[in-house]
């Protein structure tokens, strides 16, 4: 399909570490088209992060890929050389990560950061002052007041929404055409997480560009993507389209994940899913979910369940469906 | 006063020096917590909720007002505070991360307040153990160091650790805001649990307000240090009376549609909390409000009683 | 100390230094260190068996081998008494290397005392008194004050060692007060002062233990910065005097005959290098190995 921006098939991904190796992703497979916007979501530890590491190619070093593809446009991104990748990186797919606080250099100043991204994300020989206006044009994309007195601030004078916001434009420089957001604003507050969420909502469907959310805010991710991929212990269990998936989610892991959500009409919240995430060194033979299943079959326990299409647009790995 | 008014703040402020000028960061809010409520205090960060929890507990000295603990006026440092009434308080904090030693065994981590307090002396372990069953996990963590255990584990500790010298009072700075969903629920329904048990007062930090609907009993709301709305929790959320509680009501993210109905009219979000150090004139809020008027540029309004328990400060209802 | 806090949990510690070896032997250089140090330690330690010409460590002479290149009788060669610069070389490890341990066991626990304490009473008048003091010893240029110790009193290795500990302790001190300074906001100390726990034991047992990595990395670093000033002072003649084969004395008086025997310095000097680079590459593999990792 010539539609697929980024397709990731049946990655697998390990950690090897003193105790063994960690199976942490087994079989991810991903599909996002242009100017989709992808949701991800699961508990902390299920893989996300570590599959959007695998499609940036910055995994550490103790990471290994027994097998699987990372289809960009058609090309394997696990199979180019550094050169190639570093390309794309600096002109077409861009990350932003949860801690904005991390991920500026505190000793130089937001401008000098953000004036080197602009510098190396095109072939074009720019002059300093092009940058510099491209740098300003940048911060008032993202919303930022004062563009002209950030540049010169250090990245500790700001507050943490705006060091988020210069991450976001930083990242926006690069990503051309796929913006990968790690849980944005997640340490923020809500109206600041809402107006991020918001503001990346807005750039990319004006640049056109394709984005995929990692987030825990379940809220936040309805209100801003076409369709989600749930995960669990390194599965997707389920896609489905946004509105389909929040009415009828129908992997029992998906539906036990949004019964803890608390709700604003009050009543409590709901008993957790018992039990923790798997061990990755030595995981469930079967469907990785199984030990925590309210409806675990015999058969759930010996074979790994496929990602299968139910209907349109909509896929599910569990037996409850065959 | 009630007798079951466990803690009274009477106008309480607490001021920073900083290099910037004076961060009013708690400015003079009263507030009663009673007995085995949970009185939840919410608002963005920078609203001085946490430095309201961390001045009641002692680690701050108040730079006015008084804190009451069961009628008796606290000693404002924590250091000149006797053992009986540190062991009467307690407190969970933000970072599991940081809250364990990370060089320490959880058994150890968990003694700490039993050997300080001298409780349960000669079966420390044994008490341990029981503490550790009481928040639902394994036993065998004894042994086990805080890397080993992941973070939302690394709470539920951090609250055996805070039950084990038996207090009345524990003070929850956003236990959950670091965890998912899934952990944050077990957490939440563990602290109801034992709180019912064991007759416990909290008071509840969070900037999460589906959370707050869910565990608190009253609800308070601060922005720049000031106590803008406190009410009754289902009060708080169905009738909403502040500007500022609308906004921040309406702005929830939200998964379904029975939620979507009680939301308030989408008020968009704008700005941030200004500077600490360099507060609008007024009513702090007017730069953002909606509803602003002439008078709220000048005046700081006072907190009036609405209706029954349901008080707000706001010029809208003066 | 009020609160007697017994270690109710026999230590499983097996575990742990394996997982720390595993870190340890991941990094090549590491292993490299080790060795280094291993082969340093091991022939100070049995520089009389090992050594080739035992007798050659003090005063004795043989004119008939004298300034004898490098051979195979002799791998780096005579000095201008005959005497075998291996051996020499060996027993100067051992002069080394006793300096570095007197001079840190003098050194890392003051500092590390002092430095402890008074950040944890950050910003009281403890601090203040402690760290000027500190600032007032670090602001000496520690050389001139190491010479100028050494000639007062009479050059000697035990006035070196004095004059050398006397402007180290104050990096451990300053070492232990970072630390200790921002793990007195971690809300694990905040947690041991509400419960009430006496400062004794906060300082000594919620704060010391995390600051024991970075101090043991440092002190491995230092082995090899200690023996490089106590060179230094031998080399201007105011440490260890001849004939204690320390190795910066024989790169001194081996000087005076460069180029035309260059081996009685060179090899000195390379021994030198040798194991400064052996407890740098050390001290990193130690303090990647230490440092704590969440799973």
Same mark, same amino acid.
């Given at each position: 399909?010539?539609?697929?921006?980024?397709?990731?098939?049946?990655?697998?991904?390990?950690?090897?570490?003193?105790?063994?190796?960690?199976?942490?992703?087994?079989?991810?497979?991903?599909?996002?088209?242009?100017?989709?916007?992808?949701?991800?979501?699961?508990?902390?530890?299920?893989?996300?992060?570590?599959?959007?590491?695998?499609?940036?190619?910055?995994?550490?070093?103790?990471?290994?890929?027994?097998?699987?593809?990372?289809?960009?446009? =058609?090309?394997?991104?696990?199979?180019?050389?550094?050169?190639?990748?570093?390309?794309?990186?600096?002109?077409?797919?861009?990350?932003?990560?949860?801690?904005?606080?991390? @991920?500026?250099?505190?000793?130089?100043?937001?401008?000098?950061?953000?004036?080197?991204?602009?510098?190396?994300?095109?072939?074009?020989?720019?002059?300093?002052?092009?940058?510099?206006?491209?740098?300003?044009?940048?911060?008032?994309?993202?919303?930022?007041?004062?563009?002209?007195?950030?540049?010169?601030?250090?990245?500790?004078?700001?507050?943490?929404?705006?060091?988020?916001?210069?991450?976001?434009?930083?990242?926006?420089?690069? @990503?051309?055409?796929?913006?990968?957001?790690?849980?944005?604003?997640?340490?923020?507050?809500?109206?600041?997480?809402?107006?991020?969420?918001?503001?990346?909502?807005?750039?990319?469907?004006?640049?056109?560009?394709?984005?995929?959310?990692?987030?825990?805010?379940?809220?936040?991710?309805?209100?801003?993507?076409?369709?989600?991929?749930?995960?669990? @212990?390194?599965?997707?269990?389920?896609?489905?389209?946004?509105?389909?998936?929040?009415?009828?989610?129908?992997?029992?892991?998906?539906?036990?994940?949004?019964?803890?959500?608390?709700?604003?009409?009050? =009543?409590?919240?709901?008993?957790?899913?018992?039990?923790?995430?798997?061990?990755?060194?030595?995981?469930?033979?079967?469907?990785?979910?199984?030990?925590?299943?309210?409806?675990?079959?015999?058969?759930?326990?010996?074979?790994?369940?496929?990602?299968?299409?139910?209907?349109?647009?909509?896929?599910?790995?569990?037996?409850?469906?065959? | 006063?009630?007798?079951?008014?466990?803690?009274?703040? !009477?106008?309480?402020?607490?001021?920073?020096? #900083?290099?910037?000028?004076?961060?009013?960061?708690?400015?003079?809010?009263?507030?009663?917590?009673?007995?085995?409520?949970?009185?939840?205090?919410?608002?963005?960060?920078?609203?001085?909720?946490?430095?309201?929890?961390?001045?009641?507990?002692?680690?701050?000295?108040?730079?006015?007002?008084?804190?009451?603990?069961?009628? &008796?006026?606290?000693?404002?440092?924590?250091?000149?505070?006797?053992?009986?009434?540190?062991?009467?308080?307690?407190?969970?904090?933000?970072? /599991?991360?940081?809250?364990?030693? /990370?060089?320490?065994?959880?058994?150890?981590?968990?003694?700490? /307040?039993?050997?300080? $307090?001298?409780? $349960?002396?000669?079966?420390?372990?044994?008490?341990? !153990?029981?503490?550790?069953?009481? *928040?639902?996990?394994?036993?065998?963590?004894?042994?086990?160091?805080?890397?080993?255990?992941?973070?939302?584990? !690394?709470?539920?500790?951090?609250?055996?650790?805070?039950?084990?010298?038996?207090? &009345?009072?524990?003070?929850?700075?956003?236990?959950?805001?670091?965890?998912?969903?899934?952990?944050?629920?077990?957490?939440?329904?563990?602290?109801?649990?034992?709180?019912?048990?064991?007759?416990? #007062?909290?008071?509840?930090?969070?900037?999460?307000?589906?959370?707050?609907?869910?565990?608190?009993?009253?609800?308070?709301?601060?922005?720049?240090?000031?106590?803008?709305?406190?009410?009754?929790?289902?009060?708080?959320?169905?009738? /909403?009376?502040?500007?500022?509680?609308?906004?921040?009501?309406?702005?929830?993210? *939200?998964?379904?549609?029975?939620?979507?109905?009680?939301?308030?009219?989408? *008020?968009?979000?704008?700005?941030?909390?200004?500077?600490?150090?360099?507060?609008?004139?007024?009513?702090?809020?007017?730069?953002?409000?909606?509803?602003?008027?002439?008078?709220?540029?000048?005046?700081?309004?006072?907190?009036?009683?609405? &209706? #029954?328990?349901?008080?707000? !400060?706001?010029?809208?209802?003066? | 100390?009020?609160?007697?806090?017994?270690?109710?949990?026999?230590?499983?510690?097996?575990?742990?230094?394996?997982?720390?070896?595993?870190?340890?032997?991941?990094?090549?250089?590491?292993?490299?260190?080790?060795?280094?140090?291993?082969?340093?330690?091991?022939?100070?330690?049995?520089?009389?068996?090992?050594?080739?010409?035992?007798?050659?460590?003090?005063?004795?002479?043989?004119?008939?081998?004298?300034?004898?290149?490098?051979?195979?009788?002799?791998?780096?060669?005579?000095?201008?008494?005959?005497?075998?610069?291996?051996?020499?070389?060996?027993?100067?490890?051992?002069?080394?290397?006793?300096?570095?341990?007197?001079?840190?066991?003098?050194?890392?626990?003051?500092?590390?005392?002092?430095?402890?304490?008074?950040?944890?009473?950050?910003?009281?008048?403890?601090?203040?008194?402690?760290?000027?003091?500190?600032?007032?010893?670090?602001?000496?240029?520690?050389?001139?004050?190491?010479?100028?110790?050494?000639?007062?009193?009479?050059?000697?290795?035990?006035?070196?060692?004095?004059?050398?500990?006397?402007?180290?302790?104050?990096?451990?001190?300053?070492?232990?007060?970072?630390?200790?300074?921002?793990?007195?906001?971690?809300?694990?100390?905040?947690?041991?002062?509400?419960?009430?726990?006496?400062?004794?034991?906060?300082?000594?047992?919620?704060?010391?233990?995390?600051?024991?990595?970075?101090?043991?990395?440092?002190?491995?670093?230092?082995?090899?910065?200690?023996?490089?000033?106590?060179?230094?002072?031998?080399?201007?003649?105011?440490?260890?005097?001849?004939?204690?084969?320390?190795?910066?004395?024989?790169?001194?008086?081996?000087?005076?005959?460069?180029?035309?025997?260059?081996?009685?310095?060179?090899?000195?000097?390379?021994?030198?290098?040798?194991?400064?680079?052996?407890?740098?590459?050390?001290?990193?593999?130690?303090?990647?190995?230490?440092?704590?990792?969440?799973?």
């Amino acid at each position: 399909m010539s539609e697929n921006l980024l397709e990731v098939k049946d990655l697998y991904v390990n950690y090897k570490i003193y105790e063994g190796i960690l199976k942490v992703l087994n079989g991810v497979n991903l599909t996002v088209k242009k100017k989709e916007k992808v949701g991800l979501i699961g508990e902390s530890g299920c893989g996300k992060t570590t599959t959007m590491k695998a499609i940036m190619r910055i995994l550490p070093d103790n990471a290994l890929i027994p097998n699987g593809n990372i289809f960009y446009k =058609g090309r394997d991104i696990l199979k180019m050389s550094d050169d190639e990748i570093q390309k794309i990186r600096r002109e077409n797919i861009s990350m932003i990560f949860q801690d904005p606080t991390a @991920a500026l250099n505190p000793v130089l100043t937001v401008g000098a950061q953000l004036m080197d991204v602009i510098k190396y994300s095109t072939d074009e020989e720019l002059t300093k002052r092009e940058i510099r206006e491209l740098a300003i044009k940048a911060l008032k994309d993202v919303a930022l007041p004062d563009p002209e007195r950030i540049l010169k601030n250090y990245p500790i004078m700001l507050s943490g929404g705006m060091r988020q916001r210069i991450c976001i434009a930083m990242a926006l420089i690069s @990503a051309k055409e796929l913006l990968i957001a790690d849980e944005p604003g997640t340490n923020l507050d809500v109206t600041i997480q809402d107006q991020i969420l918001r503001l990346i909502g807005r750039l990319v469907e004006e640049r056109g560009i394709s984005v995929i959310l990692i987030s825990h805010a379940l809220g936040a991710v309805k209100g801003l993507v076409d369709k989600v991929y749930v995960m669990y @212990a390194g599965d997707i269990v389920e896609m489905a389209p946004t509105e389909k998936l929040f009415s009828d989610p129908i992997h029992p892991y998906t539906q036990a994940l949004f019964k803890t959500v608390p709700k604003l009409t009050g =009543g409590g919240i709901p008993e957790a899913i018992k039990g923790r995430i798997p061990d990755y060194i030595n995981p469930p033979k079967g469907c990785r979910f199984a030990p925590r299943c309210i409806h675990a079959m015999p058969i759930c326990m010996k074979e790994k369940p496929p990602l299968k299409n139910i209907e349109d647009e909509r896929e599910v790995a569990c037996f409850l469906y065959e | 006063m009630n007798n079951d008014e466990i803690i009274q703040v !009477k106008d309480l402020k607490k001021y920073f020096k #900083t290099s910037l000028g004076i961060v009013r960061a708690v400015d003079g809010i009263s507030f009663t917590i009673r007995e085995g409520e949970t009185f939840g205090l919410v608002g963005e960060s920078g609203s001085g909720k946490s430095t309201t929890a961390f001045t009641i507990m002692g680690v701050y000295e108040p730079t006015d007002g008084e804190i009451y603990f069961k009628g &008796s006026p606290l000693p404002k440092s924590v250091k000149k505070r006797p053992l009986s009434l540190r062991k009467e308080m307690q407190m969970v904090f933000q970072d /599991p991360g940081s809250s364990l030693n /990370p060089r320490k065994r959880i058994g150890q981590i968990i003694e700490l /307040p039993l050997r300080v $307090h001298r409780l $349960h002396v000669g079966r420390e372990r044994e008490r341990v !153990k029981e503490l550790l069953e009481m *928040v639902g996990l394994p036993v065998d963590f004894i042994n086990r160091y805080p890397g080993a255990i992941g973070g939302g584990e !690394k709470q539920l500790v951090a609250i055996a650790r805070a039950l084990a010298s038996e207090p &009345s009072f524990i003070a929850l700075d956003e236990p959950t805001s670091a965890l998912d969903v899934s952990m944050q629920a077990k957490i939440i329904n563990t602290l109801l649990r034992i709180q019912k048990e064991l007759n416990l #007062t909290y008071l509840f930090i969070t900037h999460n307000l589906s959370l707050m609907r869910n565990v608190a009993s009253r609800v308070g709301i601060m922005y720049l240090g000031k106590m803008f709305e406190v009410a009754e929790t289902s009060e708080f959320f169905h009738k /909403p009376l502040h500007p500022y509680t609308k906004m921040l009501l309406s702005a929830i993210p *939200v998964i379904t549609e029975e939620e979507e109905k009680i939301k308030p009219k989408r *008020v968009i979000s704008r700005g941030e909390i200004p500077s600490p150090v360099n507060v609008p004139s007024g009513c702090y809020f007017h730069p953002r409000c909606i509803d602003c008027m002439e008078i709220c540029k000048k005046e700081d309004p006072p907190m009036v009683e609405v &209706s #029954t328990g349901h008080f707000v !400060k706001c010029h809208l209802y003066t | 100390m009020r609160i007697p806090i017994e270690k109710f949990i026999t230590p499983d510690r097996k575990d742990s230094i394996k997982r720390t070896w595993y870190k340890f032997s991941s990094n090549p250089l590491s292993i490299i260190g080790l060795i280094s140090v291993l082969i340093v330690t091991l022939s100070a330690i049995f520089a009389p068996v090992l050594a080739p010409y035992p007798e050659s460590w003090g005063r004795w002479v043989d004119f008939s081998q004298a300034c004898q290149p490098p051979s195979w009788k002799h791998p780096f060669g005579t000095d201008i008494y005959g005497r075998d610069i291996l051996s020499r070389i060996m027993f100067g490890f051992r002069y080394d290397l006793l300096m570095a341990i007197c001079i840190l066991a003098m050194v890392v626990p003051t500092g590390t005392f002092l430095g402890l304490i008074a950040g944890y009473y950050r910003g009281t008048w403890i601090d203040t008194v402690i760290m000027r003091i500190t600032d007032i010893f670090l602001a000496i240029p520690s050389i001139v004050l190491a010479l100028a110790i050494c000639a007062l009193l009479k050059p000697s290795l035990f006035n070196s060692m004095m004059a050398v500990s006397l402007l180290w302790w104050p990096w451990y001190s300053r070492l232990a007060y970072s630390i200790a300074s921002s793990l007195r906001n971690e809300y694990f100390v905040l947690a041991a002062e509400l419960i009430g726990a006496h400062p004794l034991y906060i300082i000594f047992s919620e704060i010391l233990p995390n600051c024991l990595a970075p101090i043991f990395t440092k002190m491995t670093l230092d082995v090899g910065w200690v023996i490089l000033i106590g060179a230094t002072l031998s080399f201007v003649g105011l440490g260890a005097q001849e004939p204690t084969p320390a190795l910066g004395t024989m790169v001194s008086v081996g000087a005076k005959y460069m180029p035309d025997y260059w081996w009685m310095t060179i090899f000195p000097a390379l021994a030198i290098a040798f194991t400064i680079l052996g407890f740098n590459l050390l001290g990193d593999g130690i303090r990647d190995a230490l440092a704590i990792e969440e799973i």
